[in-house]
């Protein structure tokens, strides 16, 4: 983990991390996501492939699942206000 990452990983309760890429552009996409809750690697998912996407869409879909993977899995709990640190480039 870089050095800049590591403070605001640590005074988090959870960070994500994500990324996307597209070869040709447009063509064959990728995304990947880590999900540290903790300041512990919590989940790691990469390979989310898409045949024929940009790179803006690999940007945005890897946002989506991170988004996706780090909300509440309870239906019962209540929406809350909290602070979100998002790191892409």
Known sequence: MRT?????????????????????????????????????????WYGAYNPAGTNNTAELNALLQALMLARPKSRRTR???CAAILRMD
């Open 79 to 81: 929406p809350c206000r």
């Open 4 to 44: 800049d990452h590591a403070d605001a990983v640590a005074a988090s309760d959870t960070v994500i991390f994500c990324d996307g890429a597209c070869e040709p552009n447009p063509g064959k996409a990728g995304s990947g996501m880590a999900v540290y809750r903790a300041g512990e690697l919590a989940s790691l």
